[in-house]
């Protein structure tokens, strides 16, 4: 996934206005990691250097962290935030059949968005509706019974909304 | 302040420095432990290889060496059944994500496992466990070291060189079986910056990191 330079200049300016507020101990890094992420929904590369910056740490101690907890995403969100539940109940039904199916549809791994940001992909633990296992959640919107099939229907039915969408502009 | 202590490992009385831990003053003695991660540059150990157990006469469960301080009239056996099976089994782990190819490995004879395996009999092959070949990508791109991660025992070694010699350039990302040693971002070593020190290879214990063109300076068998 490559940034635009235009997602790099607002990451380095809105990390810029959050690291005042922090008094630059290391301990502050996640609360600043934290607060990057609510503002861009995302820690980028060049937040990350601006921080490691501020802190006096080498950019790779903030990648360690970062990296390590699974609260923070690497990747900006995608328009279409897709969660696929791999809770036992998902697991026992075949959930990380339909984790691969994502994947291999929408050629990205986990936590990562597709090159045109219309989607990204996360693992979920258990939903709360096992009885509709295996489910994937897009968006807040639960689909059950989710099989192969169903996950290239949806994407098909979401490539219609887009080229409306697109015809709209 | 810093006085001396006796105590007792393995039958032999010896003396050390206070505040020594436990692991350097039996391997300054010449009695051997198995470790891996262990620094003595370090204040803090970070005790993570667990190979380095001992039983402490009065302790009801074996202890780590390497952050276990030296106590007067302390009585050590670096053996027992249950340290030996602790070991063993913390051992055949590491063994079960390290691609095994001492044939053709530059740390072939000077590598930490051999070593650890031949002082203690464990068999340099995992029989009980299923194997872990991540079959991550090699990275040739420096002109003095060669990095194989699926060599890799995440022992730290690299990244605390780094860190004193080579401007911190490589360091832990992931977690779990994720967890590997990498640079910022993944970039590959040329891209990251990386001096060229070469500290790194130096202090890899296994074939990890190895030096381009040269035999590794037998840097596991060491220390």
Same mark, same amino acid.
């Given at each position: 996934?490559?940034? !635009?330079?235009?997602?790099? !200049? ?14 630059? $101990? *290391? ?12 503002? #861009? ?30 609260? /923070? ?6 328009? *279409? ?6 809770? %036992? ?12 199916? @994502?994947?291999? *549809? ?43 099939? =169903? ?19 | 302040?810093?006085?001396?202590? !006796? ?15 436990? #692991? @350097? ?52 056996? %670096?053996? +027992?059944? $249950? ?7 913390? /051992? ?16 072939? =004879? ?31 791109? +420096? ?26 350039? #490589?360091? /832990? ?8 040693? %990498?640079? /910022? ?9 990386? +001096? ?28």
């Amino acid at each position: 996934m490559e940034l !635009t330079d235009q997602e790099i !200049t607002t990451s380095r300016e809105e990390t810029k206005k959050i690291l005042p507020q922090y008094p630059g $101990r *290391r301990g502050d890094l996640i609360p600043i990691l934290q607060k990057v992420q609510e503002k #861009l929904g995302y820690v980028p590369a060049p937040a990350m250097e601006e921080v490691a910056a501020y802190l006096g740490i080498t950019p790779m101690d903030v990648y360690s962290v970062v990296t390590f907890y699974n609260q /923070f995403r690497l990747s900006p969100p995608g328009k *279409r935030q897709i969660n696929v539940c791999m809770g %036992t109940a998902c697991h026992m039904r075949g959930g990380n059949i339909i984790l691969d199916s @994502w994947k291999r *549809r929408l050629k990205i791994d986990v936590g990562q968005v597709t090159p045109d940001r219309e989607f990204s992909l996360e693992r979920v633990a258990c939903v709360g509706c096992c009885t509709m296992a295996p489910v994937t959640v897009i968006d807040g919107e639960v689909h059950p019974k989710v099989t192969p099939t =169903r996950v290239d229907g949806l994407l098909f039915s979401f490539g219609m909304k887009i080229e409306k969408e697109g015809g709209k502009h | 302040m810093s006085g001396e202590v !006796t105590l007792t490992i393995d039958g032999r009385e010896i003396t050390v420095r206070e505040g020594e831990k436990l #692991l @350097w003053a039996a391997l300054d003695n010449g009695i051997y432990i198995p470790h891996l991660c262990a620094d003595r540059k370090e204040e803090k150990p970070d005790a993570a290889c667990r190979l380095c157990f001992v039983e402490i006469e009065g302790r009801p469960q074996p202890v780590t060496a390497c952050s276990e301080p030296v106590a007067a009239g302390m009585v050590v056996n %670096t053996r +027992s059944e $249950r340290v030996d099976r602790l070991a063993g089994t913390a /051992f055949e782990l590491l063994l079960s994500s390290h691609r095994l190819d001492c044939g053709k490995c530059a740390a072939n =004879r000077s590598c930490a496992l051999q070593k650890i395996a031949r002082e203690r009999k464990f068999k340099l092959k995992v029989t009980r466990l299923r194997t872990l070949d991540r079959n991550l990508p090699v990275d040739d791109s +420096s002109p003095v070291v060669t990095y194989d991660p699926n060599k890799c025992v995440l022992c730290g070694h690299c990244v605390r060189a780094c860190r004193r010699q080579g401007g911190g350039v #490589l360091g /832990f990302a992931g977690r779990g079986f994720e967890r590997r040693v %990498t640079t /910022f971002g993944g970039a590959s070593l040329a891209a990251a910056g990386c +001096s060229g020190c070469g500290a790194c290879a130096a202090a890899c214990p296994v074939g990890a990191l190895t030096a381009k063109n040269v035999r590794l300076p037998n840097a596991g068998a060491k220390r």
